[in-house]
């Protein structure tokens, strides 16, 4: 979020017409549309991978492992 936070905080506060923000919001997703359609990456991740990984991560936190 760092290189939209301005824009972002800008919003929040009210600095900008919501014809500015749809618009923005429109572009973005069309980014995402985009990269959608050529993504190499799988439709679901790999449950066991990720559970395996964040029990090893906790058991090594557990045990003051970590740096």
Do not use: C
């Not at 959608?36 to 090594?60: C, G, I, K, M």
């Amino acid at each position: 979020m760092d290189e939209h936070r301005d824009e972002l905080l800008s919003i929040k506060s009210g600095q900008r017409k919501w014809e500015e923000v749809n618009q923005w919001r429109m572009d973005l997703q069309r980014k995402f549309d985009q990269a959608f359609q050529t993504t190499t990456l799988p439709e679901s991740p790999n449950y066991d991978v990720a559970n395996n990984f964040l029990s090893d991560a906790r058991l090594a936190a557990l045990e003051n492992k970590l740096p």
